[in-house]
């Protein structure tokens, strides 16, 4: 997945999609066997979740008037609502399992991903880039772009981000159909179908308000899934203390990185895939803490868009903030099963100790993204199971419709309304809306279909949207801060930086798979890494230069949009001084500083 | 178009309240948990020796019970005046 879908994670897409194609051809001739024993206490737990899902859409139809009550939520949500929205639109399937696999293969490590990759990028949004998206009132992350650099940065970013989430939502739609056929032996047509029309169902009906509250529905039924197999799993294996003691056992007759490097986050090698212990560190920290997260986390409109539906300045600033709490303690939850999976489970100590299982997962071959599935299976009794599979098809579906509600508003406001049929009634628009609801599901559908049949090219794509992230926080904080910095420099940086990231891919030794030339020796995440520093480095070295020499625009233009034209009371909130700490944005922004690195500290 | 619908504080998308469907949904879990705990196979050999059902149904019940009180203490938030009025938001938001 890279981390065009969901934040930076683990390249979990690709591996993956090729698996499958086993499974389907394995399937043709085996009658359909499940990972799994659903009965019908499970299965009554799964249909009550899709009723509540289809029952917030209904309601949420009641309370949709106009197209900002559609594509915005009407500005009108608590700052603890949108703040679990904002981590739960993040909080797919393909993230937890990709967790928990890397977990199971790393060890500890993994929690980078939370601790640098994600919570400094999350406080930098609700503290310093927050007031001006909320600020100047634009209804979408493209829509800043337009305000700041004109259409031809605009459709640069609407563009690509639209084309991205059609295609996230189709391979996230293609995952679940796979998953759901491993669990239950639903037929991979009637799991895409049945969750298509779903998602369909409540956003059409609810627009954004039905997506953040399913979002937030879903948050507490992922907890509610994982929690216990957290503790069941500790509970096997001895707590903390046994854990740590049968992978060290297990590593010292050869399985997985050293235990010293599984048991303790830094300098964690094994998962930058640099040698020495400084390069990795450095690489942890400004490859992936710095570039990839700030340009996943600050720009993304999946996740910005949340904070626009909040209700006031200081609940959208405090949207991130909110949400980065429960964040830090996310890895607890999927990463360690993960790491109990490699001890406990069978097949996964096998794969870990070198071996190559076999199984009915994903795939006719046991890989780690199968950790959690298998760890379900050996620890749950029917009920929590139920609960479990509800969990993650909740997170499938949840990251989907994100994508989804992402995509009609971009599309309806940014492509449409900007550049197709200008000048029309908000009902319009809100039609648009809702008709361009059907046609991403049904393009997504579409993409899932073909994402069964060439898997490859989908990995590709994937990583190739993903490099049209990588450049964009470059430019925005350069155009946020520097009000020299040009329309020609705006959109030139984008397309160069995105260049550069793709030529970096195709350079080193596997980005592309066999595309990539080799020339770069760097392969896995430290490809990923660098492709994305040297977009960043390219956009703003050039932004800069082209600045100098093109014709800026006025500066009555950029107030709301640069720091410097902005005045004090269009940036901060006037009811918030008067506010207790913990309803500040700044104090909160600083708690949760403190706790990440209390967490660096102790693990 | 924003402006208004602030302003007058009266047609917001947020009148639903998510606290009372996540403190339903959670409840009824917690229930159907509860009796699969009470009633059906324990599955001891799985959980290492725990009820994990009964047990987990008591925690979602107990979850439950806390959104529908915070949501019965404090029913304001975000108002919508025709839905609510029964139980005291005020007029205008």
Same mark, same amino acid.
């Given at each position: 997945?890279?981390?065009?879908?969901?934040?930076?994670?683990?390249?979990?897409?690709?591996?993956?999609?090729?698996?499958?194609?086993?499974?389907?051809?394995?399937?043709?001739?085996?009658?359909?066997?499940?990972?799994?024993?659903?009965?019908?206490?499970?299965?009554?737990?799964?249909?009550l979740y899709f009723g509540f899902v289809l029952g917030i859409g209904l309601l949420a139809r009641r309370h949709i008037s106009d197209s900002v009550d559609f594509f915005l939520s009407g500005r009108s949500l608590p700052a603890w609502v949108t703040g679990l929205a904002f981590i739960s639109a993040n909080l797919g399937a393909v993230e937890i399992m990709g967790m928990s696999a890397s977990g199971a293969e790393f060890g500890l490590p993994t929690v980078h991903y939370f601790w640098v990759g994600a919570i400094p990028a999350m406080l930098f949004l609700g503290v310093v880039m927050m007031p001006f998206y909320y600020g100047s009132k634009v209804r979408s992350v493209p829509e800043f772009m337009l305000r700041r650099f004109g259409p031809g940065a605009h459709l640069v970013n609407s563009i690509s981000f639209a084309l991205a989430q059609l295609l996230i939502a189709g391979v996230n739609l293609y995952l679940l159909g796979?998953?759901?056929?491993?669990?239950?032996?639903?037929?991979?047509?009637?799991?895409?179908?049945?969750?298509?029309?779903?998602v369909l169902s409540y956003i059409t009906l609810g627009g954004l308000s039905a997506a953040i509250y399913n979002e937030v529905l879903q948050f507490f039924v992922i907890v509610a899934a994982l929690l216990p197999l957290t503790l069941i799993g500790l509970h096997r294996v001895g707590g903390w203390g046994g854990l740590t003691d049968r992978i060290t056992e297990a590593a010292d007759s050869g399985a997985g990185p050293p235990a010293e490097q599984q048991l303790n986050s830094w300098p964690g090698q094994a998962l930058s895939g640099f040698d020495s212990?400084?390069?990795?560190?450095?690489?942890?920290?400004?490859?992936?803490?710095?570039?990839?997260?700030?340009?996943?986390?600050?720009?993304?409109?999946?996740?910005?868009?949340?904070?626009?539906?909040?209700?006031?300045?200081?609940?959208?600033?405090?949207?991130?903030?909110i949400g980065a709490f429960p964040k830090m303690f996310i890895p607890f939850i999927t990463i360690i099963p993960g790491m109990i999976a490699a001890v406990l489970v069978a097949e996964i100590a096998d794969l870990k100790a070198g071996g190559t299982p076999s199984g009915?997962?994903?795939?006719?071959?046991?890989?780690?993204?199968?950790?959690?599935?298998?760890?379900?299976?050996?620890?749950?009794?029917?009920?929590?199971?139920?609960?479990?599979?509800?969990?993650?098809?909740?997170a499938f579906m949840a990251g989907m419709a994100a994508n989804i509600s992402a995509f009609n508003t971009v599309f309806s406001y940014d492509l449409w309304q900007d550049y197709v049929v200008k000048d029309r009634d908000d009902g319009?628009?809100?039609?648009?809306?809702?008709?361009?609801?059907?046609?991403?599901?049904?393009?997504?559908?579409?993409?899932?279909?073909?994402?069964?049949?060439?898997?490859?090219?989908?990995?590709?794509?994937?990583?190739?949207?993903?490099?049209?992230?990588?450049?964009?926080?470059?430019?925005?904080?350069?155009?946020m801060f520097w009000k020299r910095m040009t329309p020609t420099a705006g959109w030139m940086g984008l397309v160069a930086g995105t260049a550069s990231a793709v030529l970096v891919a195709f350079l080193s030794e596997d980005a592309f798979g066999s595309l990539s030339l080799g020339v770069v020796p760097i392969a896995g995440q430290g490809a990923a890494f660098l492709a994305a520093s040297t977009a960043f480095v390219v956009d703003i070295l050039l932004s800069i230069v082209v600045s100098l020499v093109t014709r800026p625009k006025p500066a009555e233009e950029l107030r709301g949009?640069?720091?410097?034209?902005?005045?004090?009371?269009?940036?901060?909130?006037?009811?918030?001084?008067?506010?207790?700490?913990?309803?500040?944005?700044?104090?909160?922004?600083?708690?949760?500083?403190?706790?990440?690195?209390?967490?660096?500290a102790l693990f | 178009m924003s402006d208004t619908t602030r302003s007058t504080g009266k047609k917001t998308a947020g009148a639903f309240d998510v606290r009372t469907i996540i403190g339903s949904l959670l409840g009824l879990y917690g229930v159907i948990l509860l009796l699969t705990g009470l009633l059906g196979d324990p599955e001891t050999d799985k959980t290492g020796g725990i009820n994990?059902?009964?047990?987990?149904?008591? @925690?979602?019940? %107990? !979850?439950? @019970?806390?959104? %529908? !009180?915070?949501?019965?203490?404090?029913?304001?938030?975000?108002?919508d005046t025709d839905d609510h009025s029964e139980i005291g938001a005020p007029p205008g938001h």
């Open positions: 997945m890279v981390y065009g879908g969901s934040g930076p994670t683990p390249q979990w897409g690709r591996s993956l999609c090729s698996e499958v194609l086993f499974e389907v051809s394995a399937q043709l001739t085996v009658m359909a066997q499940t990972l799994i024993d659903a009965n019908w206490v499970d299965y009554g737990i799964l249909i796979t998953i759901v056929q491993a669990l239950l032996g639903w037929s991979l047509w009637v799991a895409l179908l049945v969750a298509a029309a779903i212990p400084i390069l990795s560190v450095i690489g942890i920290v400004f490859g992936l803490g710095f570039v990839l997260s700030f340009g996943y986390w600050t720009t993304n409109f999946v996740e910005v868009q949340r904070a626009m539906a909040s209700d006031s300045m200081s609940a959208a600033r405090r949207t991130p903030i009915v997962a994903t795939g006719s071959a046991v890989t780690y993204n199968d950790a959690l599935l298998y760890l379900m299976r050996d620890l749950l009794p029917n009920g929590l199971l139920g609960l479990a599979i509800t969990g993650l098809l909740a319009y628009y809100l039609r648009v809306g809702r008709l361009a609801t059907v046609l991403a599901t049904a393009v997504a559908i579409g993409t899932a279909t073909f994402a069964a049949s060439f898997s490859n090219i989908m990995s590709y794509l994937q990583t190739l949207f993903g490099f049209f992230n990588a450049p964009l926080f470059a430019t925005f904080i350069l155009g949009l640069v720091y410097s034209e902005t005045p004090r009371e269009m940036r901060t909130d006037p009811d918030e001084a008067s506010a207790p700490w913990f309803r500040r944005t700044v104090p909160l922004a600083g708690l949760a500083l403190a706790m990440v690195i209390v967490l660096n | 994990a059902n009964l047990w987990a149904g008591l @925690v979602l019940l %107990l !979850v439950s @019970v806390g959104f %529908l !009180v915070w949501w019965k203490l404090r029913p304001i938030v975000m108002a």
